[in-house]
């Protein structure tokens, strides 16, 4: 299935149309190669020379993307740079290094060719009146919305748009952070507020990409979403309906819509739901799989000291993400300086009652790793040099002190920490927070694509 598109200078697109073909392949690359010939525009380079034959098609493309990329920040799309990890092996199967993906600009190249695709198919199967699943993706909701702009607020960052944000909005914040030290974390928080992408007949537009219509077109061999776009738009072609936005063969003969398409909107609305659970069920499998992978990694450097920054602040203690090797493990509230803390949720952080001593979100932090389960993909840290006052308020604080005037959060928990040798029990809610912190309080990430 090919879509031609047209599209202008301004990066507009203007035409287009669905056909049936065969592709002719005339070189074939890499992502590393083409990032390097682009890279490389203006010299004689040897990868420039052994593809000269393509090299007009490659630089158009090229500043295609970089047109494409200017509409999308003027649309005010939302670009949320994850950082990705790659695992590399040694000759005896072993990790030997986990290293950060680059995104070079042959992927944003062929990014933004996927996303003009797929917004015209969602255009053609609007405008068909054809039942099809849409990739929807809604704003934040209100409770989320209150809790992103309380910790923005609390790092001196405002969220414009009121009531109802727009992905501008968003953007804007990314760009106002985009240097900051903690840059990832609050991305990650904003990402969190946002709702999940799902698969579902009644188009609600795209919020991340600021679309008002998007289907997912481009990988029909292993997303089952898209070869059901595939099925729909064939069964258009296969049929007698005129449309400037379709290239028949000539003498066709028209076939059923049954044949190619055999689906209602009812069915179509269980499919959609299904495809929506089976993705966050293989996003989790994934994770799953790369979280035992870099908990085997670590098994052989326990008692090693590692730098990282706060990734997830819980009532029964604190998610910390490791520099470079992107990897998580949690500093169990038990471990942190002896006090009584506070989790102020809305705020993502600890505060000890007896000194005042904060941890939040997006805190540097020195830790040591003291045990790693591989069964259970569990990582420990223990947090060091635990008397920097970097992270203290200041002065002492007393929750139940009238003069107070730090905002008193309505879901805020205690939770008592002591050294692990303490004799004293601990409270009924620490007691609580343990059992849950055995288990590392699983956190689902949200997708957003």
């Known amino acids: 299935m090919v879509c031609e598109m ?7 697109i203007t035409g287009y149309q669905f056909y049936e073909g065969i592709m002719h392949s005339h070189a074939r690359m890499t992502y590393t190669q083409v990032a390097q010939i682009v890279a490389a525009k203006d010299d004689d380079s040897a990868l420039r020379k052994q593809f000269s034959a393509v090299l007009p098609q490659i630089d158009a493309l090229q500043n295609l993307s970089q047109r494409l990329q200017k509409c999308r920040n003027q649309r005010g799309a939302i670009d949320f740079d994850t950082q990705e990890t790659r695992i590399l092996f040694d000759a005896k199967r072993k990790i030997s290094q986990i290293i950060p993906v680059d995104r070079t600009d042959a992927h944003r190249l062929i990014e933004e060719c996927m996303l003009c ?4 198919a969602a255009e053609f199967l609007q405008k068909s009146k ?12 209100e409770d989320r919305l209150v809790s992103v702009r309380d910790f923005l607020g609390e790092l001196g960052i405002g969220l414009g748009g009121g009531d109802e944000p727009q992905p501008m909005h968003y953007r804007q914040v990314l760009n106002s952070v985009k240097h900051r030290d903690d840059a990832q974390i609050i991305q990650s928080v904003l990402l969190r507020s946002m709702s999940q992408a799902v698969y579902q ?3 609600l537009g795209h919020f991340g990409l600021a679309f008002d219509a998007y289907t997912h ?3 029909p061999i292993r997303r089952y979403s898209d070869l059901l776009v595939h099925r729909a738009i064939r069964s258009l072609i296969k049929s007698e309906k005129k449309s400037m ?4 063969m000539e003498n066709q003969q028209p076939i059923d819509k049954a044949v190619y398409y055999p689906y209602e909107l009812s069915s179509l609305e269980d499919v959609g739901q299904h495809l929506s659970v089976t993705e966050r069920r293989a996003d989790e499998a994934t994770r799953d799989v790369v979280n035992w992978l870099k908990c085997e990694f670590l098994l052989d450097r326990v008692s090693e000291q590692y730098t990282g920054v706060v990734s997830a602040v819980t009532g029964f203690g604190l998610f910390v993400m490791l520099d470079d090797l992107m990897v998580e493990g949690l500093i169990h509230v038990t471990g942190l300086p002896k006090d009584y803390y506070h989790y102020e949720a809305s705020q993502h952080r600890m505060v000890g009652e007896r000194t005042g001593r904060i941890f939040r979100l997006g805190q540097k932090v020195k830790v040591k790793v003291v045990r790693v389960n591989l069964e259970e993909r569990k990582i420990d840290f223990e947090l060091l040099d635990k008397s920097s006052n970097q992270s203290h308020s200041g002065k002492k604080s007393s929750f139940s002190n009238t003069t107070d005037d730090r905002p008193k959060n309505p879901r805020t928990k205690k939770t008592r920490a002591r050294k692990s040798g303490a004799k004293k029990p601990l409270t009924t809610h620490a007691k609580t927070k343990a059992k849950a912190g055995s288990s590392h309080g699983k956190r689902k990430r949200k997708t957003s694509r």
Not at 245 to 248: A, E, G, K, L
């Open 201 to 203: 007949c009644e188009n």
């Open 117 to 120: 695709a797929n917004l015209c």
């Open 245 to 248: 936005h379709i290239r028949r």
């Open 6 to 12: 047209q599209i202008s200078e301004l990066g507009e």
């Open 130 to 141: 054809l039942p099809a699943l849409y990739r929807v993706h809604e704003g934040p909701s």
């Open 217 to 219: 077109f481009t990988s």
